[in-house]
């Protein structure tokens, strides 16, 4: 089975602190993703990867950054939290080519107060 | 603006009936559709899903029926459970790109 873990379910943090969520896959897929998802809004793509040290901006990056040092791992950075940035953040991954399913972690809950 | 739109918000169905949900796209150069299940708590998974080579795809209680013309495709829960409560999602997307999710569709089954 495949595997996405997310490195915390839920998150406290205040306003202008730098956040850090981690994501982590165990079947060497080479794309990876971030969402987060609000009511009514649905999944919103933040960034995504297609392979080690690449990134590519989605449709929400503002006040986002990503890092993807291992094939495993991405990470998603909250250079300074602000309160309009408490939301459900979600990671994918999948693999490269035709095959299209992607396979979500559990999420991460996180509140900036 | 919204590359996929998804009604209803909301539905509630007694047991045993058909759940239905639709959804709308523009872009033509889209050609996968597959819906995803939440469940409180967990992350989205695979439902279903449709390329637009086909009209319809059905899996057990699970059918998408897609018509390409009109650029919508919907998914038709036949015998709705209690435990198909959870909130669902359609998207689409273009190989080897992004995805695009609807609004999703919190799905609630009465005994």
Known sequence: DVKVTQSSRYLVK???????????QD????NMFWYR?????????????????????GDIPE?????????????????????NQTSMYLCASKVGGPQETQYFGPGTRLLVL | QQQVKQSPQSLIVQKGGISIINCAYENTAFD????????PGKGPAL???????????KEGRFTISFNKSA?????????????????????????????????????TVIP
Not at chain 2, 91 to 103: D, E, K, L
Request: one cysteine or more; charged letters at 25%; aromatic letters at 16%.
């Open chain 1, 27 to 30: 079947m060497d897929h080479e």
């Open chain 1, 63 to 83: 006040g986002y950054s990503v890092s993807r040092e291992k094939k495993e791992r991405f990470s998603l950075i909250l250079e300074s939290a602000s309160t």
């Open chain 1, 14 to 24: 205040r306003t202008g602190e730098k956040v850090f969520l981690e994501c982590v």
């Open chain 2, 32 to 39: 996968y559709f597959p819906w995803y299940q939440q469940f």
């Open chain 1, 37 to 57: 998802q609000d009511p009514g809004l649905g999944l919103r793509l933040i960034y995504f990867s297609y392979d080690v040290k690449m990134k590519e901006k």
């Open chain 2, 47 to 57: 439902l279903i899903a449709i390329r637009p080579d086909v009209s319809e795809k």
């Open chain 2, 71 to 107: 650029k919508q495709f919907s998914l038709h829960i036949m015998d709705s459970q209690p435990g198909d409560s959870a909130t669902y999602f359609c998207a689409a997307s273009v190989p080897g790109n992004q995805f695009y999710f609807g609004t999703g569709t919190s799905l």
